[in-house]
Structure formats: C-alpha cells, structure tokens
C-alpha cells in the first residue's frame, strides 16, 4: 500500500525554524519515519500513524519530554501533549 505519509517517496520534507538566526527557516529532508523510506506501507501502520500524532492542538500549551526509549510508544525523545497523550514532535 502506497505511503500516506510521503504518498510513496519515501522521504518527508519538514522546516526548522531557528529564532534569531540569519537563516530563520532551514528545510530538511529524511526518510519517511511511517514506512522508513520504503514507500510502502501496511495498513497497521497507518493506523499507528493517526493513534500517534496529536490532533487537539494541545489547547493547555502543557507537554512532557520523553528522552530515547524513556516512552514505551516511541523509542526516540519526544514531547507529548499533556491534553492528549499523543506526540507533538520528535527529534
């Protein structure tokens, strides 16, 4: 099954953005971190893909920082909202 992630790339492209830097915005590309750069996915992953992600738009503004393998659900640090329980971001 084609990759929703990155419709079958295989990479996903992001932007950081850097406060009170001469170059505020710097666009990164990496492997698609759903089908790890295959381009294909199996409809479990999917799955964990929308259960992972938050989608409240963590209206507190509260998170909790996971450090590598700290989280049973992402073996990579990360923040999580305090409203949810999902991901906000990782890396």
Known sequence: MLCPSCKGSG??????????????????ILDCILCDGT??????DIKRLHSFWCK????????????DN???????????????GRVIQTG
Do not use: W
């Open 11 to 28: 990479k996903i492209t992001f932007e950081i953005e850097e406060m009170f830097s001469d170059n505020p915005v710097t666009k990164s």
């Open 56 to 67: 409240c738009s963590n209206p507190s503004n509260q998170t909790r920082f996971y450090n």
């Open 39 to 44: 381009g294909d996915a199996l409809e479990d």
């Open 70 to 84: 700290e989280h049973p659900d992402c073996s990579k640090h990360h923040y999580r909202c305090l409203d949810c």
